[in-house]
């Protein structure tokens, strides 16, 4: 389950439109309820696992416009994430977490079929830190 708050790139009209007033609280039995700026309940979607298809639903739902408008606002956020995580940046989401890179150092591994041995390189993965809001939320 993820919506994003305030993203850093929302400079197209659309997704400042999208994403400005959506917040998400953690809802009950796997429920999502989505609430906007007065923190009134719009909507539940009851959701065990939500995607990507799922997140543009929301936002079209929420905003009107056309399906193929909210695929590209979802499609952006990503992309941008994506963007500043490979050149070694970090995305900071208002009530969600901070999206970084760590890097881990070459290392010796075994084949747990055959036991042998298997030098892995170094290399950087994406590291996720939740903000207090969604640990509180989803508590």
Known sequence: MLLFTYPQV?????AK????????????NGGLPVVGQGREIIKTINFKKMNKADLANAVHEKIGGTKVQAEEVVELMIDGIVRTLKSGGEVSVAGLGIFSTKSRAARTARNPRTGESVQVAAMRVPKFRAAKALKDAVK
């Open 10 to 14: 929302y400079s197209q009209g659309i």
């Open 17 to 28: 439109k999208a994403f400005k007033y959506i917040l998400v609280n953690g809802g009950n």
